[in-house]
Structures are given as C-alpha cells and as structure tokens.
C-alpha cells in the first residue's frame, strides 16, 4: 500500500536503478527534500522496499516499481503505474546502469556482452528520458521538470584495457545529455548530467574488482580518497531542486578532482 504524507505541493522524481549505491541514495535525498520517490528496480524487491523505508523515514511517499529499462514495454508500464499512483512527473533521476565483467580488451569483446551493457545504458535511458519529456513538456500540457543523467567520468578517460565499451555507454549519455538539453529548454525541461569518479558502491564488485575505488582512489584522485555515494547525491538533488532553475546541459564531474 503506498503510503501517502502531508506534503501540501507533490513534486513526484522517478530514480531508475534505485535499489542500490548512487540511486539508493539519491532516492533518499531526494525524499529527504519532501520528494515523493518511485524507486525502480529490476531484480532485488527487497533491496528496493529497504529503499522505500528509507524514503518513508523521511516523511515523504515513496514506491517501488519493478521494471528492465532495456525492455520498452516494462519503461512503459512503469511510467503509466507513476501516473496511476503517484501523479504527474517532476523529475527524472537516470541512474540505471551496468558494468559487465570481467575487464576485457576491445578486441576481445563478444556481441552478448554490447548488446546487453548498450541496451540497458543507452537505449534504457533514451527510452526513459523519452516517457519523461513526454509527461512534463509544455507542448503536452506538462508543467516542466527536470532530466538527470548519471554518466561516468569514464566518457573521458574511455576506459582502455578494461572497459571501453562502458566508457562508450557513457559517452553517448554525455551527448544525449547535451542534445535534449537544446530540445527541450523550451518546453520547460531542464537535462544535464553527473559523471561520478570512483565512488564507494557495489558498481565495482559487479564489475569483478570490489577493491577497485579503495585501491585508485589513493593513487590517481587528487583529493585521495573515493568518493561516497551521498556525495552524488546531493548533486544529483541540485539539479532536480529550483535553485539549479538555470542550469541546463552541464555535465557535473562529481569525481574528486580527477
């Protein structure tokens, strides 16, 4: 049963991959700023209604909704469970994303391995940026809202010897990013992006080295240290708030300096 608070204006977020690490805790933030927060996952329902509770703690409605971003038809359902359930759409947090292990050359690279790492980072996010934009643009009636993208300070580097297909991923988010920006600025929409450095999260353990943010982060961050994913949270909440009400295609590096 959703629970509902006292919120007297409802500003609704959607966090894709909102179960765990940088979308776990932008969907608390974002609750912690008096959000309603639906929090999608693909998998780990409990992981999800953690999530949830944590939101609620917060005093704000939350929910969770399954759904594979790289499937149209489960981005579609969920979008319509939003507009059943929550209300119209505010902002959109695309956080969904993978890493496939283990590291590997470009050479080395099977289609089982792009299809999956392109259909759930790229397409994924287009396909959700695509039912947000249109929800909240003044062309259909919306009353505006804000995209975020969760890129990877990877776009820059690209990821040799170890993941360039992800870092590819992540560039054609930073374009994607700067592109819509230009689309919909005057439909009300404001879309920029963060690319987070080596953060604190399960990212890297998926991606067969746990020890990866720890190990770099003394050795190629100028601050020395990793980062936490609070840290790209709150960033990630400035974008979605009014006061980043002139802000639009930036990319954010939230990377410690790197």
């Not at 759904?67 to 981005?75: F, M, P």
């Amino acid at each position: 049963m959703l629970f509902r608070s006292n919120l007297s204006q409802v500003n609704i977020a959607l966090v894709t991959g909102g179960s765990r690490g940088i979308g776990a805790a932008s969907a608390v933030r974002l609750a912690k700023d008096g959000w309603t927060v639906a929090v999608n996952f693909r998998a780990n329902a409990i992981a999800a209604d953690v999530v949830v509770a944590q939101c609620r703690d917060q005093g704000a409605d939350a929910l969770a909704i399954a759904a594979d971003v790289a499937v149209e038809e489960q981005v579609q359902s969920m979008f319509r469970v939003i507009d059943h359930e929550l209300g119209p759409l505010s902002a959109l947090v695309n956080n969904a994303g993978v890493v496939v292990a283990p590291p590997s050359r470009v050479a080395d690279l099977s289609f089982e391995r792009l299809q999956r790492i392109f259909s759930i980072n790229v397409i994924g996010s287009f396909l959700c940026a695509r039912e947000a934009v249109n929800r909240m643009s003044f062309r259909n009636g919306g009353s505006g809202g804000s995209v975020v993208n969760v890129s990877s300070i990877a776009s820059r580097f690209g990821g040799p010897h170890e993941y360039v297909d992800y870092a590819a991923t992540k560039g054609a988010i930073d374009t994607m990013t700067l592109g819509l920006s230009k689309e919909v600025a005057e439909e009300g929409i404001r879309v920029n992006a963060v690319r987070p450095g080596l953060i604190h999260t399960d990212f890297h353990a998926s991606g067969g080295d746990p020890d990866r943010a720890d190990r770099m982060g003394t050795t190629v961050v100028p601050m020395k240290r990793a980062g936490e994913p609070l840290e790209v949270a709150n960033t990630i909440a400035w974008l979605c708030s009014p006061e980043a009400s002139y802000v639009t295609g930036a990319l954010i590096d939230v990377s410690g300096g790197r």
